[in-house]
């Protein structure tokens, strides 16, 4: 029995599988362009630990930080998932840096992919702006000074400021909404956002193809191009029939 | 200004022709950026100036752009059947322009209004019934003459801890028959940060209600912010490092006998001490930003407190 076929007649998702893992990568693509696969890993470390964190959290003012203790202290591997979310945050923000500078070194972001840069500029702002967010939740002492700050380091932008200030606090001074504001944030818009153009950098990546490294002896359009060959047989769908394709 | 002055040259025919619009655009761009500094009426006249220009410079550009374009001719074929010059059309909108327009049209604006009210909801409260009530912080007896105390107080005891703040209130004595106390804010003017009294602060302390007073024993010479080292005198002056004005203070009223500390605003500095000193006041303003001085037109308009 062919596993898999009863999924590729009502959808051809195994064409699309083979598209994506068969396509055409230069001979020789370096280990530096793994850093997005990577920075897309920890992103997805993040959600997951995220959403685990979140059915025990309180967004509360008063139950905040005894949820953070609970989850740390008395939740099984409670201590285990907080810490992959907190140190996981820290590795997403620097595998995204090493990424930007090594699509910026290797000139990566050249035509035709200067949307792509675009697309990963506004990834690395909402990626901060989430740190920034979710760095309020514990919503003990150094959450709270730290978010002080940087609000009112915003506050300090000149004529709009003060306006984006008052509304990031939801008022004049850090209150119980804040916290329930930067937990919708933190949850919601920006996960919602980074997923939508997550998937757009990748449909970018794989439509516009890879780059070589810029020492490489195999610039684009150079060499003749051989013919596809016929993908290896895995046992998980049918082999197409010889002689064209006749559905019995 | 003669026409074929703006015809294409046949060296560039992508690129119009000189003219002095532009110039008079820029003038009035420069116009409106001094009248930001200056006065608000060369802004005006600017903007005037650069809309008028501006017009009549794309309006050239249009027209020229027009002239460039030679006519499209079909050459006649050998068998004298050339081609037939039908006049040219009137500009119709077809019905599957109309359609599609009007759907994204009446799309967009069901899409607007359905929005708009939970638009209003995410960023107004922000900005509405910010105004800050008085807080009863105790007799004025727990404060003695020229003694700082450092009050903390919650401003909206129904949203717990979170409302909590600190102020250094020192009674100045009498001055005039009317009482003088110098209520200064606890938050650094450069970012926010707690700010300490350069003195001693003992562990004990009054309690009266939701407030806690800690009476300091010798008066501190001033205070200091541990983030990033800023400096102030008794008076909340800024001596040194990065804040940009003085610490903020606390208006204040007397009824029956207890002190009421009021609204904040701030101060961008003060001449002299205690009940004879003039404080400079200004609205209340986000650490980090002037309110005196040139830089202070960065921030016109303060959204409400």
């Excluded at chain 1, 993040?46 to 139950?63: F, N, R």
């Excluded at chain 1, 202290?73 to 810490?83: M, Q, S, Y």
């Excluded at chain 2, 002190?259 to 001490?273: C, E, K, N, W």
Aim: proline letters at 9%.
């Amino acid at each position: 029995m062919y596993p898999v076929d009863w999924l590729e007649e009502r959808s051809g998702i195994v064409g699309a599988v083979r598209y994506f893992l068969y396509r055409k990568v230069p001979s020789d693509t370096n280990w530096f362009q793994t850093l997005g696969s990577a920075t897309l890993t920890a992103f997805l470390v993040q959600a997951i630990t995220g959403v685990v964190l979140a059915m025990y959290y309180k967004p509360d003012p008063k139950e905040a930080y005894p949820s953070i203790v609970n989850i740390t202290n008395d939740v099984f591997a409670g201590w285990l998932v907080r810490g992959m979310h907190r140190w996981g945050a820290s590795v997403f923000i620097i595998l995204m840096f090493l990424h930007m500078g090594r699509v910026f070194l290797f000139g990566a972001y050249k035509y035709p992919r200067e949307l792509n840069w675009i697309i990963g500029v506004l990834l690395l702002t909402l990626g901060l702006a989430e740190g920034f967010t979710g760095y309020l939740l514990p919503w003990d002492q150094t959450s709270y000074w730290a978010t002080t700050v940087g609000i009112n380091i915003n506050g300090s932008a000149p004529f709009l400021g003060p306006f984006l200030a008052q509304f990031l606090q939801g008022g004049t001074y850090i209150n119980a909404d804040t916290l329930s504001r930067f937990y919708a944030i933190h949850m919601l818009v920006i996960p919602a956002a980074i997923f939508a153009l997550i998937g757009l950098h990748l449909y970018l990546v794989i439509r516009l193809g890879v780059t070589s490294p810029p020492w490489s002896k195999h610039p684009a359009g150079s060499g003749p191009v051989e013919p596809q060959p016929a993908p290896p047989r895995t046992g998980l769908t049918r082999p197409a029939p010889r002689g064209g394709t006749v559905r019995g | 200004m003669p026409l074929d002055d703006l015809e294409p040259s046949r060296e560039h025919p992508r690129v119009p022709g000189p003219s002095l619009w532009p110039v008079g655009f820029a003038v009035g761009v420069v116009a409106l950026l001094v009248g930001i500094v200056v006065n608000w009426g060369i802004s005006v006249a600017g903007a005037a100036i650069a809309l008028t220009f501006g017009f009549l410079w794309v309006r050239e550009l249009a027209r020229a752009r027009g002239l460039a374009k030679a006519e499209e001719v079909e050459p006649e074929r050998r068998d004298g059947r050339g081609p037939a010059r039908r006049p040219a059309a009137p500009r119709t909108y077809g019905r599957s322009a109309f359609l599609e327009l009007s759907t994204l049209g009446l799309g967009g604006v069901i899409g607007g209004l359905v929005s708009l009210p939970p638009l209003a909801f995410m960023v107004l409260p922000a900005f509405l019934k910010q105004k800050q009530g008085e807080h009863d912080i105790g007799p004025l007896t727990d404060f003695p003459e020229n003694e700082f105390v450092v009050a903390t107080f919650m401003t909206q005891p129904s949203q717990g801890e979170v409302s909590r703040r600190t102020a250094f209130v020192r009674n100045n004595g009498t001055m005039d028959d009317q009482q003088s106390f110098t209520i200064i804010s606890n938050h650094c003017a450069h970012l926010g940060c707690p700010v300490q009294p350069t003195t001693i602060v003992p562990n004990k302390h009054i309690q009266y209600h939701d407030v806690t007073l800690i009476p300091l024993p010798s008066p501190p010479s001033g205070f200091s912010c541990p983030c990033h080292g800023g400096g102030y005198d008794s008076e909340g002056n800024r001596i040194v490092g990065p804040p940009v004005r003085a610490l903020d203070r606390y208006a204040f009223s007397i009824r029956n006998g207890h002190l009421y500390i009021g609204a904040p605003f701030s101060v961008s500095h003060v001449v002299g001490t205690g009940a004879t000193a003039r404080i400079y006041k200004y609205t209340l303003s986000f650490p980090g930003e002037h309110v005196s001085g040139i830089e202070s037109w960065l921030y016109p308009i303060q959204p409400p407190h």
